[in-house]
């Protein structure tokens, strides 16, 4: 069963927008703080941007501060991911996370539900 499943990535030029969702069937998805994360072919996972339950409380990497914003839909059980001013460095399957602690998606330790990722590649 796949409790979260993102969508939206693709390719896009330097200095373009994309956005990411993250679509959740989980039941309590309300409770759950969430975040996203990328990573490349022999990379480690790195940290992307994090939100808490009720949106309230954001929190992202340096690397992508002022480019990026998270935000979440309860209603629609989607979070989301606005990723402008794409550079190069951008590019990796990004992957989207809940759990029931929000340290867990920034530090990305134990983490409830992952999902599978969706690629996004920027061209120079």
């Known amino acids: 069963q796949v409790q979260l499943v993102e969508s939206g990535g693709g390719l896009v030029q330097a200095g373009g927008s994309l956005r990411l969702s993250c679509l959740a069937s989980?039941?309590?998805?309300?409770?759950?703080?969430m975040g996203w994360f990328r990573q490349t072919p022999g990379k480690e996972r790195e940290f992307v941007a994090a939100?808490?339950?009720?949106?309230?409380?954001?929190y992202y990497a340096d690397s992508v501060k002022g480019r990026f914003t998270i935000s979440r839909d309860n209603a629609k059980n989607t979070g989301y991911l606005q990723m402008n001013s794409l550079e190069p460095e951008d590019t990796a399957v990004y992957y989207c996370?809940?759990?029931?602690?929000?340290?867990?998606?920034?530090?990305?330790?134990?983490?409830?539900?992952w999902g599978q990722g969706t690629q996004v590649t920027v061209s120079s």
């Open positions: 939100i808490g339950w009720n949106g309230g409380t954001t």
């Open positions: 996370a809940a759990s029931f602690v929000f340290r867990a998606v920034v530090d990305g330790t134990g983490i409830e539900y």
């Open positions: 989980l039941r309590t998805f309300r409770t759950y703080a």
